[in-house]
């Protein structure tokens, strides 16, 4: 694939959770264009391995790994299976993660005349399912922190290593309607921050990206209708966007490959970088 610029990864070994998604898996085509042997994880197989074929049909050196990230046994394992194959983790990119009705509201604005209604059809914040709320958060903070532990104790042991965190424009600005996914990713950014911390005499560096708003598999049928035209949310979104449009996934490229060089950014960690078009720092007027 066509990477914005290339670094030397020969020698590297990569892991991206979630890497059989739209943006993960074009972050993982990047690192194997630039040398990296990579490990495509992801809950579905068959998704991670159509990454992998992709891979290797251009000459880059992966394999298809079958994870939970939300289980320490199928993490150990899925690492047993790189280091095996590969040899020790020094690069991670924590990419899993996602959103979940259930932890969503029905409205953009509580309307008290609502809770006078016995709609079941009407989600309000008093209607929130705890289940839902703990899924969304436990994907995308646990997906977070349990990966990292599982992936990077070779790291420690050898002093050196990369994590990359996938936060998201909620953890600046909390859109309405997702209050799990927004406390989620906040909480994925302050852990980058801590993590940074806490490994940097490990040699360890932690950052974290947060892509502004792309179309994903998850979110295509919040942001288009079925003929393609921008759904009511969408026209918000694209008007609080000073670029106007949404990101291409080729876009997060030039931020992953900055963060994961140590020669470009040896002394860059425990940063959150903004890939957004503008949407936070744009007040609305």
């Known amino acids: ?161 990369v994590v990359i965190n996938i936060s998201s424009m909620n953890a600046f600005k909390p859109l309405t309607k997702i209050p799990a996914y927004s406390a989620a990713k906040a909480a994925v950014s302050n852990f980058t921050q801590w993590m940074a911390v806490h490994m940097a005499n490990a040699g360890i560096r932690v950052n974290a990206i947060a892509p502004g708003f792309f179309v994903t598999d998850q979110n295509r049928a919040l942001l288009t209708n079925p003929d393609g035209s921008p759904t009511p949310r969408s026209e918000k979104i694209l008007a609080h966007t000073p670029m106007g449009k949404y990101g291409d996934p080729g876009d997060l490229l030039g931020v992953l490959l900055w963060l994961v060089s140590d020669q470009a950014a040896g002394f860059v960690t425990g940063v959150v970088v903004p890939v957004d078009g503008g949407f936070s720092a744009y007040s609305g007027v």
Do not use: W
């Open 1 to 161: 694939m066509a990477v914005p610029f290339k670094v030397d990864l020969t020698g590297k070994v990569a892991v991206v959770t979630g890497g059989g998604g739209v943006l993960c898996s074009t972050m993982a085509k990047a690192l194997a264009e630039c040398g990296a042997a990579v490990a495509v994880a992801d809950l579905r197989l068959e998704n991670a391995q159509a990454v992998v074929d992709e891979i290797k049909s251009t000459g880059g050196k992966a394999m298809a790994v079958a994870c939970n990230v939300l289980e320490k046994e199928s993490l150990a394992a899925a690492n047993a299976v790189v280091e095996e194959a590969f040899g020790p983790v020094s690069i991670l990119i924590n990419g899993a993660g996602g959103n979940h009705p259930k932890g969503t509201t029905g409205m953009e604005y509580l309307n008290p005349d609502d809770l006078l209604q016995d709609n079941p059809d009407l989600i309000t914040f008093y209607d929130l399912d705890p289940k839902g709320i703990e899924f969304v958060f436990n994907l995308n903070f646990l997906g977070t922190l349990l990966p990292s532990q599982a992936f990077t104790r070779s790291m420690a042991k050898g002093r050196s290593g």
